[in-house]
Every structure is written in C-alpha cells, then in structure tokens.
C-alpha cells in the first residue's frame, strides 16, 4: 500500500522544515539550481523564518511542499514576479529521490498553476537546466516552451539554464 500524497502550502512556524528540504533538494541535485547547498546552509535560522512569514502575508508568494506519511517529499515555490504583476515565477522545484515516478513533481506543477491563476496571473515561467531532463519533460508536457536563449545556471557554472513560459489566457 503506498501513502496517500497531498500538496499544501507551508506555514510560517515550519521554517526548519522548509530548510531542511531546502538543503537536501541543493544537495541531491546542485546542477538544478542557480543557489548552491554551501550558500545556503550558512543562513541563520532568522532567514528562514522571515522569509516565510513574509510569504503567508504578501500575497506574492506561494510555498508548497508535497508530503506522504507525514515526510516532506517535494517542495515547489511560486512568485508573483516584482516588476510583472501578472507573471509568475517558479522556484525550488523539487522532488525527493524516493518519491520520483509518483507524479509528485506534476502534482506540486499543477498545484502552483492553480495558484498562479488564482492570482490573476496570465503567464508563469521557470528556468530548467538545458538538457533532457525530466524536469525540462516535466515543463514541456505540461506546455511550457523555451523563451529567449540559454544563459548560466550560476556565476562559476559552466551549465546553461533555459528559461521556459506557460500562457495562461
């Protein structure tokens, strides 16, 4: 029997969770993100905690983790973008290596659309890692499609990150 996976957003109080997630997503795949595991570790605990309290009042941000039998398995954050009122960005994408091939990566996709749209969002874009991926598969199936030319993942990287947009009207 396998647990029952469900999506929801994170609450303030579970900053050391969203850490721990955190650090294990930029441990378990650095080539993903444009952060690194050593940048991050070093934030103190303060960073963590504003950064989602900040998030459950701005009505700007949308963290969201997957969880079966009460672990974190995926987490996933959405953005109302700065200067772009009706963009959204993605962030964080990530899905423990247990819990690949569950659909767990569609299901945190297809929960951070829902609230893209919920906030009068007409498009949401991500950057994925150039490559055959799942993820760039992932992205692809769901309709998004490749903006612009590749640039670096990172300053010091010598992967190129692809920028990729959804149109939701």
Not at 23 to 40: C, F, K, N, Q, V
Not at 48 to 66: E, F, N, T, Y
Not at 129 to 140: N, Q, V
Not at 150 to 155: T, V, Y
């Amino acid at each position: 029997m396998t647990d029952t996976i469900s999506i929801r957003r994170l609450e303030p109080h579970e900053w050391a969770s969203y850490r721990a997630v955190r650090l294990r997503s930029l441990a378990d795949s650095p080539d993903a993100y444009g952060s690194t595991w050593a940048a991050e570790q070093a934030f103190p605990s303060g960073h963590w905690s504003s950064r989602l309290a900040a998030a459950a009042v701005s009505g700007k941000d949308c963290p969201l983790v997957a969880q079966s039998g009460g672990a974190v398995i995926g987490v996933i954050w959405a953005k109302v973008d700065a200067s772009a009122p009706t963009l959204v960005n993605l962030f964080q994408m990530w899905v423990a290596p247990e819990s690949r091939g569950r659909g767990v990566a569609a299901m945190l996709l297809a929960a951070a659309l829902e609230w893209a749209r919920s906030v009068g969002a007409h498009a949401v874009q991500l950057g994925v890692t150039c490559g055959d991926t799942p993820a760039a598969r992932l992205y692809a199936r769901a309709g998004f499609t490749a903006v612009g030319e590749p640039e670096l993942l990172r300053p010091g990287s010598a992967l190129l990150s692809q920028a990729m947009r959804l149109a939701l009207v």
